[in-house]
């Protein structure tokens, strides 16, 4: 990363946008930070955003028209598509039935063979 690049961001679970909308208004404070820490600013990109609920989509490309949108399940997702992305930050606003009651706190289940997990066994190899 060099200066004047943008970091490259995908936004999982991306809902209605509330990750971008912060990310983007709080860019003043990112750049400060940055600063802090690394002596540049640096700018970012949502490269792509991900969720799979149609309603919550329309919404998001109302909010960012110009941000690609995939409407499918992340766990279709391979970590070679992920890695052709080229993405520097992944940001994720996870789904709340996992940790309802009513969706039986199924969290672990949906965590096993995740896209997740196998990104993460395979940078560990």
Not at 20 to 27: C, D, G, N, Q, R
Not at 49 to 68: E, G, L, Q
Not at 90 to 116: A, D, I, Y
Request: aromatic share 10%; with cysteine; net charge negative.
């Amino acid at each position: 990363m060099h200066e004047g690049e943008e970091v490259k961001v995908l936004e999982f679970y991306c809902g209605i946008g509330g990750i971008h909308f912060a990310l983007k208004s709080h860019k003043v404070y990112l750049y400060q930070f940055m600063n802090l820490l690394t002596g540049t600013s640096i700018p970012f990109h949502i490269a792509a955003a991900f969720d799979i609920n149609t309603t919550t989509n329309v919404i998001y490309r109302h909010n960012f028209p110009s941000t690609k949108l995939k409407e499918s399940n992340i766990q279709g997702l391979s970590v070679s598509s992920l890695d052709k992305l080229g993405a520097e930050l992944w940001t994720m606003s996870p789904p709340c039935q996992p940790f309802t009651l009513k969706g039986n706190r199924m969290l672990e289940s949906l965590m096993e063979g995740s896209v997740h997990n196998e990104y993460v066994s395979h940078q560990s190899d």
